[in-house]
């Protein structure tokens, strides 16, 4: 079951077809160079989303320690 939710996921299929291929036809989905590839470029967005969030973390930050100093 957990290798057919993960292949429903990650290959965008319904579960009910997921669950109806056979284990070595879904391993060799995730073994893939193709499959690999994917989740760098997905783990590379995140990485991307993180820094921006970061960023903004820190600009709103120094805007609060701004706001205190003018404030006195």
């Not at 590379?44 to 120094?62: F, G, M, T, Y």
């Amino acid at each position: 079951m957990n290798l057919a939710s993960s292949l429903s996921i990650y290959s965008n299929t319904s579960l009910n077809s997921a669950l109806k291929t056979p284990i070595s036809d879904a391993s060799s989905f995730f073994s893939t160079k193709s499959f690999t590839d994917s989740q760098k470029s997905k783990e590379s967005e995140i990485k991307i989303h993180v820094a921006v969030v970061n960023r903004l973390n820190e600009v709103i930050k120094a805007i609060g320690m701004l706001a205190k100093i003018f404030s006195r």
